[in-house]
């Protein structure tokens, strides 16, 4: 498949490839927080449970990559966190307050309105009964979208990263990619890719506001 390899600003055209927790969205960790307090559980309990148990983390990992649906990891991962948490749309109370990143979305908005290719590439939490993508409102900010269920694979296997570029039809030298686990960036600038560590949204919008030609502006 090929694309024009100039946007519609007279630019090269680039291809603009957007993690989304923690890069579309705030960092979920003091909502995370709040919520497990709210649920009469300690501070720390979902991080900790999702990344410190080896049970949690094994139905996490099979959840990103479609082994598991959400539901089946909601009931899970409630009889982990406590005998008194209710398992209904799990994933979706925990994460239904953590804001979106607005400027973040506006530079993805300009850069697809100058004509450059966007896309989603997301570890993904599952799909159903909870979407986070339509919660905050950015699946249709994408011309191509690679959640790692779908596809059966999550960064930073190589593999996705490959798949990414074939879909979104830009060479990987054009493509920039943005994620805020340093972990990830690795394997997409082994192929080419200029990667952004996003660990503050004003600081990663303003760099690729200088890679991309654009200019992140949203209503106030």
């Known amino acids: 498949m090929s694309h024009s390899t100039v946007a519609?600003?007279?630019h090269e055209q680039r291809g603009l490839i957007l993690d989304f927790a923690g890069v579309l969205t705030a960092s979920p960790v003091t909502v995370h927080r709040a919520w497990c307090v709210s649920e009469g559980l300690a501070p720390g309990a979902w991080r900790s449970t999702l990344n410190d148990h080896p049970e949690g983390r094994r139905l996490y990992a099979a959840l990103e990559i479609g082994k598991m649906g959400q539901a089946e990891w909601n009931e899970g991962t409630a009889r982990l966190l406590g005998k008194h948490v209710d398992p209904v749309n799990l994933m979706g109370r925990a994460w239904a307050e953590v804001p979106v990143a607005r400027r973040m979305v506006a530079l993805a908005r300009a850069a697809r309105a100058a004509g450059h290719r966007l896309a989603l590439l997301s570890n993904s939490f599952g799909l159903d009964p909870?979407?986070?993508y339509e919660h905050v409102g950015i699946w249709d900010l994408f011309?191509?979208?690679v959640v790692s269920e779908l596809v059966g694979l999550a960064k930073p296997?190589?593999?996705?990263?490959?798949?990414t570029l074939d879909l979104i039809g830009v060479p990987a030298e054009q493509c920039v990619f943005v994620d805020d686990h340093a972990?990830?960036?690795p394997p997409a600038a082994e192929l080419g890719i200029t990667t952004?560590?996003?660990t503050d949204e004003d600081t990663a919008v303003a760099e690729l506001e200088t890679l991309l030609?654009?200019?992140a502006a949203f209503a106030t």
């Open 157 to 163: 296997d190589p593999e996705i990263y490959r798949v």
């Open 143 to 145: 011309d191509v979208h």
């Open 213 to 215: 030609g654009v200019t």
């Open 196 to 198: 952004v560590h996003a």
């Open 8 to 10: 519609a600003d007279g």
């Open 130 to 132: 909870f979407n986070p």
């Open 183 to 185: 972990v990830n960036l």
